[in-house]
């Protein structure tokens, strides 16, 4: 028996979330469909604008400077207490990095090619 398009992209997403549970599945499949179709180009890195939630009580100052020296990323405080706010060029094995920390709740966010699409 076949399947329709929209219980395979269901299967689809919920094998993003298991993969990296705390991390937005479009932002997930955004970064990989970027990472294919700029693959030809000079700039293979998506660009990537994210918001990183962390778990209360967790000191952001500490986490910022981590994402600048290790990820090389433009970092800054967000709205909420708990919150940074990242940029920077990035493939998924970056975001997965990033998202190993068990200090995260949630990343969430978007990717574009960065050359105005």
């Known amino acids: ?13 919920s094998k993003l979330k298991q993969v990296m ?3 937005d599945p479009s932002l997930v499949h955004r970064i990989i469909y970027l990472e294919r179709k700029l693959a030809s180009e000079d700039m293979i890195e998506p660009d990537v604008s994210a918001i ?7 000191n952001v100052d500490i986490k910022m400077n981590g994402l600048r020296e290790k990820y090389s990323l433009e970092v800054e405080h967000g709205d909420k207490k708990d919150v940074l706010h990242v940029l920077g060029r990035m493939k998924i094995d970056k975001i997965q990095n990033i998202a190993a920390d068990r200090d995260i709740v949630k990343i969430t966010g ?3 090619p960065g050359y105005g699409e």
């Open 1 to 13: 028996m076949a399947q329709d398009a929209e219980s395979i992209y269901n299967e689809y997403v």
């Open 110 to 112: 978007k990717a574009d």
């Open 21 to 23: 549970p705390n991390v």
């Open 52 to 58: 990183i939630e962390y778990k209360p009580g967790t």
